[in-house]
Every structure is written in structure tokens, then in C-alpha cells.
């Protein structure tokens, strides 16, 4: 068994207090349109095993999307959950709560997390709870109904949904939208989850752009993955990957108007 550090409620969050985000990547090639970015990653980083080259590729395609395609090869069995951490506020006022904002997740089940943020291996359904959006609702409706123990674990939205779409990425895995601009966001992945978080713990102590500070709720993650815990959960998709196999993950932001 591999020891990986411990930066988040005894888990190792985000690969570890020094993760691939904390990275500076080699551009291997840029254009008007597309960004590819190229990392090598050690055997022991983070006590993580064997040396990884990973690769993504950001593309801006003419419908208003943001493509990416993550890619990675290693020379021993590792594990591997690449994703995108971008937060999004589609009223264009960082001021203003993302609790708004209409959110479509195509799942009918999620993973539980226990009080410390962690998935406790069970898929449960997210049919008469809080955790229902199959069909667009308002992310602030039932937000802080902390007598669902699972709003109470996560203060708010932080979990796995399990996508119905079977790896499929033509199909809509979740979508936003904000009444207040009429801009939609839809979330296209190969990937059998999606990781939303709702800004719970955005606190005003970040400041952004023009010094702009980001209180709770500001924006939410619409993050593409297998699922959090995956390699301590066998009975899940896996993450193994080993020498000779490649790596791949592909998620597309996709921008619209729909007044």
C-alpha cells in the first residue's frame, strides 16, 4: 500500500499540499486557438508512483466552447484523475451568489460523503432529495436544507454525481444557467462523474482579478472525473493506469444565449 500525503481532513485532496494544479507545465505548442501544455511528474511525487508525462490540450473552438483533452503515460501502475477546478458565475458579478443559477445534472445517482468531505463507497439515488437535478432547478432551492444529512456534510453542494450518459460525449452531462444574463453553460465528459461545488467555503479572503474578493457562493465547479476515493473503492470505475496504456479524459465547456 502507497502512504499519500494528507492536506485536507486526513485525505489527500487535489494530489496532495504540492499537486500537479501547484505545477508549472512546458507549452509544447500554442496558436490563436489551441494551448498544449506538457508536464513531467517524478516516481515519488507526492509519494505517488512512477514517472508520468502528462499532457492537456486547451482548444477554443468556433461554438464557443472550451475543449479540453487530458492525456498521460507512465512507466509504472499509478493512478490518475485529471480534471478542471474552474469556478463560473454566468451573471458576470462576482457580487452576486451563484444560488440563481439553474443547474441541469444529467445523474440519477450520487456518492455520499461521511463529515469529512469523503466519499463512503455507497451510490444512492438522488430521487426526493436535495441532490435532484434532472430536471433544472435554482442551485439556492434547497441549498441549506441541513436536515439532509448530506447538505449538513458537504455545507452545500461538494459531491459525485454518477453520469447516465456511459461515457459519451455528445451528450449533456450537466448544464447552468443564469437567469439573470441568459448565458448557458453545458458540461460535455467521457468521464462517469461530475464533482459540483457550489463556493461553500469561499470566504472573501481570495481576491481575484482588480482585487475583487470571492465570497460564499460566488461560483460553483462543474469538475469531470471518476469518482473521489476511487482507488480504496474496487466496486468503482477505475483509475489504474500502467505502463503501456494511455491515459485520456475529454470534457468541453460549451457557451450559449438562450433568452
Not at 508536464?39 to 511525487?45: E, K, L, Q, R, Y
Not at 466519499?119 to 435532484?132: C, F, H, L, N
Not at 474578493?213 to 480504496?232: F, G, M, T, W
Amino acid at each position: 500500500s502507497i502512504r499519500l500525503p494528507q492536506n485536507n481532513f486526513g485525505h489527500c485532496l487535489h494530489g496532495g499540499p504540492a499537486g500537479w494544479q501547484y505545477q508549472v507545465y512546458d507549452v509544447i505548442a500554442a496558436n490563436d486557438s489551441t494551448l498544449v501544455l506538457e508536464m513531467d511528474s517524478p516516481d515519488g511525487d507526492n509519494n505517488f508512483p512512477g514517472n508520468v508525462k502528462a499532457t492537456v490540450c486547451y482548444t477554443l473552438t468556433p461554438d464557443n466552447a472550451l475543449d479540453i483533452a487530458y492525456s498521460a503515460v507512465t512507466d509504472r501502475p499509478t493512478v490518475i484523475n485529471m480534471t478542471n477546478h474552474s469556478y463560473f458565475n454566468l451573471s458576470g458579478d462576482p457580487d452576486k451568489a451563484i444560488t440563481d443559477h439553474l443547474l441541469y445534472i444529467n445523474a440519477a445517482d450520487y456518492t455520499p460523503v461521511d463529515s469529512t468531505f469523503m466519499t463512503t463507497g455507497e451510490i444512492a439515488s438522488v430521487k426526493d432529495t436535495p441532490m435532484d437535478f434532472t430536471t433544472p432547478r435554482a442551485i439556492g432551492e434547497k441549498i441549506d436544507e441541513t436536515d439532509f444529512e448530506q447538505i449538513s456534510n458537504g455545507m452545500g453542494y461538494d459531491h459525485n454525481w454518477v453520469l447516465t450518459t456511459n461515457g459519451n460525449d455528445s451528450i449533456i452531462a450537466a448544464s447552468l444557467y443564469a437567469p439573470s444574463t441568459g448565458i448557458r453553460l453545458d458540461v460535455l465528459t467521457d468521464e462517469p462523474g461530475i464533482q459540483v461545488y457550489s463556493g461553500n467555503f469561499l470566504d472573501g479572503s481570495v481576491k481575484g482579478k482588480n482585487g475583487k474578493v470571492y465570497n460564499k457562493r460566488a461560483a460553483i465547479c462543474l469538475e469531470s472525473q471518476h469518482y473521489p476515493d476511487s482507488p480504496n473503492k474496487p466496486q468503482w470505475p477505475s483509475v489504474i493506469l500502467r505502463p503501456g496504456e494511455t491515459y485520456s479524459s475529454h470534457c468541453v465547456f460549451r457557451f450559449g444565449i438562450e433568452k
